[in-house]
């Protein structure tokens, strides 16, 4: 036979928007072949002078990840074409062949190693052979794929958990929760490759990359190296936790409302951390990056979170006369705490365990010697497996912990009060599809008095050692009332309600005290205080006292978290009791106002005008709106006033938006100003796609 002329590539297309549409990843980009796992894609090759012919040509593609690819790792592929794809493994098949054209599908095994790929074709004919390259494409997790761990079998969950670049997550306190908008972004210009790099800089792949690399095939892994790498206190990672308000060196914690602006200063500044991040910001970081990545995520946030140091379901409580915390504690109430689940299956641990996972990147204790927390599973938690990989013990103490507390009289001694402070309240994340909060707190734990609540913490104390109950009726009962409209710039009173349950007339002293406080429990100077020495309560009623919180008192300290901690102490002459009751309260900022002007339309210019006005009695200097939303704004856009803003006049500015994405887009906006921090708004806008 005459000997055929070899087999030239003169031409290929990675056709990246039609496969990255089929992929579900064509927000992130258009210019580069992002494809998941699991799921084939298309690429064409032509070939010139002669074209390709079955029988003579032999085509194989290697696709190879990691900077050291090899076979057993399962970072290098070599893939003989066939005529049809396998499944469960890397495979490629001639779809079609047009004179010099041909088209080939490819498609990975769904536990393929996600990441930065490169492929390169090899022709051979009997007597020769060529290479080709075929440029660089990045494979992600595949949520819609049934044979991926990280399946999710509702479309409408994959919208929310997977796709969905905006979200609300929950602040405040259990008795006044707040709706704070978040710019998640993880398809914006540049996410992507900052999700890689963040593996690439963790210690598992500096210490060892092959193995690294090796294992990313797997959520489990991957998402632990998320948890770690979120907070800096390991490794090079991206957010610096700071809690003791302080932040003039970096941006405080509340100003942020979204994860592009501190992912990409991260990479910008060669990997240091970005200055500063709370719980909320580094649970809302991790869940950009796993969303990126094509991992189901979602923040949650746990009311009345315990923070449990020394392990044992039980955390003690000191205050001194006064009713303020005493230093010497570790053990604290956070009045809310934020973590994200990332929805993935066990096989470490069995099918039971499959499904929402805890993943905590806020540092708090060290896990196998690293800051990171989880993967926990949900389930292990509401069942109290406390032994299952992992960190289920520190998950289930933040949820379930019973709270002590001690007052430490004049004399020094220690008197225990009959005050339970219920923690793992009202757990929350956004309901999908719409901006309204979901409870999800029967997925953590058991009815309350139930049997199978009995059952869990029977098998949990046996790990941890009793936690106690002390149920002894009281004489004499206390609680703590707000009103309404406690908001920024006004007075108010809060109440505290005694009622005397016994026949006989009782004489008391009442402590009722106001500090500003921070939402991890930390409570700065007081804001409003009575001793009352001799209050008289007769038989059978109940007494209400006021307490005045004045503006002038509590604006001057208050955080930009807004929050006031009410503890009410009552001691009892006749029976030595000391009764306690404590209440956070949140108090309101004013309302921002978003206005469109125009016809919201995909790459029409948009106009958004964003009004506050002043509530304060006093002007508002150095007034600035801070907007971004992804598909909206290519980046944050800042707007300054130049005058101050008069009392009941209305800061306002008029921002020009791009929409570069059809369907529900959010703005998110913050304002910023010397008397009145970090008040957050946001409107979703629904933007009409191109005409075909």
């Not at 094509?294 to 001194?320: K, M």
């Not at 109440?495 to 009442?510: D, G, H, Y």
């Not at 429990?521 to 009623?541: A, I």
Request: contains cysteine; negative net charge.
């Amino acid at each position: 036979g005459t000997m055929a002329e070899e087999l030239y590539l003169e031409s290929f297309d990675l056709d990246c928007s039609g496969n990255n549409r089929s992929h579900r990843t064509a927000e992130a980009s258009c210019e580069q072949l992002i494809v998941r796992r699991g799921q084939p894609f298309q690429i064409t090759l032509n070939f010139s002078p002669r074209g390709y012919e079955e029988g003579v040509d032999k085509l194989s593609l290697n696709a190879i990840t990691g900077p050291c690819p090899s076979e057993e790792s399962g970072t290098r592929s070599h893939i003989p074409v066939s005529d049809a794809l396998q499944d469960g493994t890397w495979s490629a098949a001639v779809k079609s062949t047009d004179g010099g054209t041909v088209i080939l599908s490819i498609t990975s095994p769904p536990d393929a190693r996600i990441g930065d790929y490169n492929l390169t074709l090899e022709t051979s004919t009997e007597y020769q052979g060529s290479s080709f390259q075929l440029g660089s494409f990045k494979l992600l997790f595949n949520p819609w794929c049934p044979e991926d761990s990280v399946y999710l079998e509702n479309e409408e969950e994959r919208k929310e958990y997977v796709l969905c670049q905006h979200g609300i997550i929950f602040q405040g306190t259990k008795d006044s929760v707040e709706h704070v908008p978040w710019n998640f972004g993880q398809f914006e210009d540049g996410m992507l490759e900052i999700a890689l790099q963040i593996l690439d800089t963790s210690p598992k792949f500096l210490n060892d990359s092959n193995r690294d690399c090796s294992r990313r095939n797997d959520p489990v892994y991957i998402s632990r190296v998320i948890s770690a790498m979120v907070n800096c206190n390991d490794d090079k990672g991206v957010l610096y936790g700071r809690w003791d308000n302080k932040y003039d060196d970096g941006v405080s914690p509340m100003f942020w409302m979204g994860s592009v602006a501190i992912l990409r200063r991260w990479r910008k500044f060669s990997c240091q951390a970005v200055k500063y991040g709370q719980c909320w910001v580094f649970g809302a970081v991790a869940c950009t990056v796993l969303r990126c990545l094509g991992i189901p995520a979602r923040v949650i946030t746990n009311y009345n979170s315990a923070h449990d140091t020394n392990s044992n379901l039980l955390i003690e409580q000191y205050l001194d006369e006064h009713g303020k915390r005493q230093a010497k504690q570790k053990d604290i109430i956070w009045n809310y705490h934020c973590w994200v689940e990332a929805w993935m299956g066990r096989p470490d641990l069995g099918e039971a365990y499959n499904g929402w996972q805890v993943v905590d990147p806020t540092p708090q204790e060290k896990s196998e010697g690293t800051y990171c927390c989880g993967p926990a599973p949900v389930k292990a938690v509401k069942e109290g497996d406390l032994n299952l990989k992992y960190d289920v013990p520190f998950v289930f103490a933040e949820v379930n912990a019973d709270v002590a507390y001690y007052v430490q009289q004049n004399d020094g001694s220690v008197k225990k009060t009959q005050f339970i402070s219920l923690v793992g309240q009202k757990i929350s994340t956004k309901a999908i599809g719409k901006d309204e909060r979901e409870d999800i707190t029967h997925n953590y734990k058991y009815p309350e008095g139930s049997e199978d609540e009995r059952r869990v913490f029977e098998k949990a104390n046996k790990q941890f050692g009793e936690g106690e109950v002390n149920e002894k009726s009281l004489d004499v009962s206390i609680e703590i009332k707000v009103s309404e409209g406690m908001n920024k710039g006004f007075d108010f009173d809060v109440f505290a309600v005694i009622t005397n349950n016994t026949e006989a007339e009782k004489q008391c002293r009442l402590m009722f005290c106001a500090r500003t406080s921070s939402y991890n429990g930390e409570v700065g100077p007081e804001c409003g205080m009575k001793d009352l020495l001799n209050v008289t309560l007769p038989p059978q009623e109940e007494k209400r006292v006021p307490l005045r919180i004045l503006y002038e008192k509590y604006g001057p300290t208050i955080t930009d978290n807004n929050m006031i901690k009410l503890v009410a102490m009552l001691f009892d002459y006749s029976s030595k009791d000391i009764i306690l009751a404590m209440r956070d309260i949140h108090i309101k900022n004013p309302s921002i106002k978003i206005k469109i002007l125009g016809e919201p339309k995909q790459k029409r210019k948009l106009v958004a005008e964003i009004s506050l006005k002043n509530p304060l009695a006093e002007p508002l200097p150095d007034c600035c709106f801070t907007v971004e939303g992804a598909g909206l704004t290519a980046e944050q856009l800042v707007q300054t006033l130049d005058c101050p803003v008069e009392p009941g006049q209305d800061a306002k500015v008029r921002v020009d938006l791009m929409p570069q994405l059809p369907g529900k887009l959010s703005l998110v906006v913050n304002f910023e100003s010397d008397l009145l921090k970090a008040v957050k708004g946001y409107r979703n806008i629904i933007i009409a796609p191109l005409p075909k």
